[in-house]
C-alpha cells in the first residue's frame, strides 16, 4: 500500500485538486483508493460532494468512532474521511497524547484493502501536517507559477530533514507538480525551470491552467466527470500515468 501525503505550506497550489484526481483517476483504473483529508477546511470532500459533518477526521483522532464508522464511499474504487472545522479542536486533543506525532500512524494501523491512500494536507507547519508525514512514506509536492510557492518547498524541505532525523524516518520526495502552469507566461516557465533545477527528473508533467478544472469542483465533480477531453483532465490523466511508472 502506497501512501502520499500531498503538501505545500503555501496555499493555492492546487493540492486538493491533485489529490482528488490523482485519486479519481487511479480508482478509474481499477485501483483500490483512501482519500484522508488532514485540512479543516474539509475541501476534498466537498470537491466530491460528500458529507463532510458526521463521521470525520476529528472523530477517529479522538476515538468517538471506529475507523470503519469514518470511512465514507465517494465513487467506485474510491472511499474517504472527511474533514471539518473540528479538527481545530482535534489537534488541541493530540497535543496531550503520548506520541502526538504518532496518532494518526496508530489509529490507520488496521487498515487493509487499499492500494492508495492519499492524504489532502493543509498549508500549514502544524501538528496535524507532522502526523500526515509520519504515517506517509512518499510525498508528492504541488507548485504553483508563483515565487512563494518556492517559499513553501524550501520550508517543507528543512521539515521534511528534521523529521527524517528526529524519527528515523525516510520520507521519500516522490514527485514535484508544476500547477496552473501557462507556458505563454515567462513566470510559468522562469519558475518550472528553478524547480528543475532542484529536483531535476522528479518533476512531473506540468499541470496547465485550466476553466475546467476550477468549474468542475463548483458541480461536485472530478474534472473526468465534468470534461473528460479538455486540457486539465489530460494532464491528469498523464499524471495518474507517471505516478504509477514512479512506484
Do not use: W
Amino acid at each position: 500500500m502506497r501512501i502520499i501525503s500531498v503538501m505545500n505550506y503555501k496555499g493555492g497550489t492546487g493540492k486538493t485538486s491533485t489529490v482528488v484526481h490523482l485519486a479519481h483517476g487511479l480508482a478509474l483504473k481499477g485501483y483500490r483508493i483512501l482519500i484522508i483529508d488532514v485540512d479543516p477546511q474539509g475541501s476534498a470532500g466537498y470537491h466530491l460532494g460528500v458529507n463532510t459533518i458526521q463521521r470525520s477526521l476529528y472523530d477517529l483522532i479522538t476515538q468517538k468512532e471506529t475507523l470503519a464508522n469514518c470511512i465514507v464511499h465517494a465513487r467506485k474504487n474510491l472511499d474517504i474521511i472527511c474533514a471539518n472545522e473540528h479538527l481545530f479542536p482535534a489537534e488541541m486533543h493530540m497535543a496531550n497524547l503520548q506520541n502526538r506525532e504518532l496518532v494518526l500512524s496508530s489509529r490507520m494501523v488496521n487498515l487493509t484493502g487499499y492500494d492508495f491512500v492519499f492524504l489532502d494536507c493543509a498549508p500549514s507547519m502544524n501538528l496535524l501536517n507532522q502526523n500526515a508525514l509520519l504515517y506517509s512514506n512518499e510525498l508528492i509536492i504541488p507548485v504553483s507559477m508563483e515565487y512563494f510557492s518556492l517559499v513553501g518547498i524550501k520550508q517543507l524541505l528543512k521539515n521534511i530533514k528534521i523529521i527524517n532525523q528526529l524519527f528515523k524516518k525516510n520520507i521519500i520526495i516522490k514527485m514535484v507538480v508544476p500547477t496552473f502552469f501557462d507556458k505563454r507566461n515567462k513566470k510559468s516557465k522562469d519558475i518550472i525551470n528553478s524547480i528543475r533545477r532542484v529536483f531535476h527528473k522528479k518533476v512531473s508533467t506540468p499541470i496547465r491552467s485550466s476553466v475546467s478544472l476550477s468549474e468542475a469542483p463548483g458541480v461536485k465533480q472530478t474534472v473526468f466527470e465534468y470534461a473528460d477531453k479538455s486540457t486539465g483532465a489530460q494532464d491528469y490523466k498523464n499524471l495518474v500515468k507517471e505516478v504509477l511508472e514512479n512506484g
